[in-house]
């Protein structure tokens, strides 16, 4: 069976004049991840789902499915972030006059919701596309401390939204076949786009990425996340001619590959 | 609000992909967006998905398939650029917005002017008969919005911000070329960024940098709409006249 045309089909006939609620799409997305499972397609994905307790994670296929797995992955590792952020105590009640708690609890139900919406698209945990939950070590081995330090928590906070944005823009491809799988993920793509703002701005810096640059404060360990987002010529258009490099590079966000994020998300898996 | 536009249907069982926009030039608080049926062309089930853009009896279109989701972008975009040119060259704007506000909208006159002309040069590459199918200029008139108010700027900042996302989110799906639906997603995310910033702005001590109003509560979705969604809010806006006969 040619899964994309079997996507395609499923979407035609169900999903494309869905006028629904978002809560309808909800379900509607979830059915699509129930047929899929039904249609018992292997993806090559078994590799993750048997070495749950195993360390790295590795590059998803370039395909619709892959790109939901790709995402669950990086969501988990958001959603636990923020979890036991909250439940640490480490955001301080108290900051900006408590809008920073405001702040991650909205990002952190976001987070949550996107963990659920993929799982559900991806069929439930019983699909034979479902993959588990990696470990994660936030403290690196040690290296950080985002539950006991704050500034370590924002900045780590900061490079996985920042992440987060290239790394869906990066499966775009991935989901050109399956319109409303891409839909949805670009839904998510903009949440995230939004978090990532409002997480730099709580740093002090800009809401958008100037140049390559990290930004003050940000460890050097995460630079990979910035690398490459330099770039100031868009389909042979000079976006640093009228307003500079800098102006020109944040006016676009540029996509991560699939293994660089896997690269980066491993950092934090054992 | 002054930036509501009322959106009449003129036939109940008019389909929206053959509405025919009329952008009046009325000032903003009475602009009114005419929907009116184009009767020489019912049949959906020949609508070609590679209709350029172009004048088509006496208006311009924006057309079908890449090149018209990528011209409705350079509409939206001209707005967007056209809005905050006007924000950053207001008498007073150095002494109604603070130092980070200022910082923030001249930002976003920078990027809104580089997508627009991005746009311009992009179409102009690449449609087969730029002369005839690149969408020309468009004027804009704000009606009563007063570019001295930090309430009303930062208000209408919001409103376009959240609808220029919504637009490129639900336009991906329309793009068939993987190359297109990237530049579209480059563009988006700084959308998005530059959304979060201004309800920051407007509301600092909250959630609504990606607010329950904007993001659904049980999804984590943000907004999506399509262009015949979106195109009846920009066209409060706009004065120029135009058509999306061939766009959802």
Not at chain 2, 57 to 62: E, I, S
Not at chain 2, 203 to 232: M, Q, R, W
């Amino acid at each position: 069976m040619n899964i994309l045309k079997f996507i395609e089909t499923f979407t035609d006939d169900s999903l494309m004049k869905s006028t629904g609620s978002r809560r309808d799409s909800f379900a509607q997305f979830g059915n699509i991840g129930k047929n899929l499972a039904l249609a018992s397609i292997p993806f090559g994905l078994s590799a993750i789902a048997n070495k749950a307790l195993a360390k790295d994670i590795t590059a998803t296929p370039a395909t619709p499915i892959g790109a939901l797995q790709f995402a669950l992955t990086l969501e988990y590792l958001e959603n636990e972030f923020y979890a036991m952020a909250l439940d640490s105590g480490v955001i301080p009640a108290s900051e900006n006059g408590g809008r920073d708690l405001k702040v991650f609890q909205q990002i952190s139900a976001h987070e949550s919701d996107h963990v659920s919406f993929l799982i559900a698209g991806l069929g439930g945990t019983m699909s034979a596309n479902f993959v588990p939950k990696p470990t994660f070590d936030f403290t690196v081995g040690g290296a950080f401390d985002p539950f006991n330090d704050y500034p370590t928590f924002l900045a780590l906070a900061q490079a996985f939204e920042d992440t987060g944005v290239r790394a869906y823009k990066g499966q775009a491809a991935n989901l050109i076949s399956t319109p409303d799988l891409l839909t949805a993920a670009l839904q998510i793509h903009s949440v995230e786009a939004r978090h990532a703002s409002e997480v730099r701005r709580l740093r002090g810096l800009k809401g958008w990425i100037s140049n390559a640059e990290r930004g003050a404060g940000m460890p050097a360990a995460t630079q990979a996340v910035y690398d490459g987002e330099g770039v100031t010529m868009q389909a042979g258009f000079n976006t640093a001619t009228a307003f500079g490099a800098a102006a020109g590079s944040e006016a676009y966000d540029e996509p991560l590959t699939t293994q660089q994020v896997v690269d980066i998300a491993n950092i934090f898996i054992v | 609000m002054k930036n509501e536009v009322k959106v009449q249907g003129i036939n109940a069982s008019l389909d929206s992909r053959r509405s025919f926009l009329k952008l009046s030039g009325l000032t903003l608080v009475t602009a009114g967006l005419v929907l009116a049926g184009c009767s020489d062309n019912d049949n959906d089930d020949n609508m070609e998905d590679n209709t350029l853009p172009g004048v088509k009896n006496g208006v311009f279109d924006l057309g079908s398939g890449d090149f018209g989701v990528l011209t409705y972008a350079y509409a939206l975009e001209q707005l967007e650029a056209d809005f905050y040119t006007k924000v950053v060259n207001a008498s007073n704007f150095n002494t109604v917005f603070n130092d980070i506000e200022r910082q923030v909208l001249t930002d976003l006159y920078h990027h809104e002017v580089i997508h627009r002309d991005f746009f311009k040069a992009a179409l102009t590459g690449a449609l087969p008969d730029p002369g005839s199918q690149l969408l020309p200029s468009l004027a804009f008139s704000y009606g009563s919005l007063n570019f001295n108010s930090r309430t009303e700027v930062l208000a209408t900042a919001k409103a376009l911000e959240d609808t220029g996302v919504a637009a490129y989110n639900g336009a991906g799906r329309l793009i068939k070329t993987a190359d297109y639906l990237l530049l579209a997603g480059k563009i988006v995310s700084v959308e998005a960024r530059h959304a979060s910033a201004i309800r920051s702005l407007i509301n600092p001590n909250s959630k609504d940098f990606a607010g329950d109003d904007i993001v659904n509560t049980s999804t984590g979705l943000d907004t999506a709409k399509d262009p015949s969604k979106i195109l009846p809010v920009a066209a409060g806006f706009i004065t120029t006249k135009f058509t999306a006969k061939y766009l959802p």
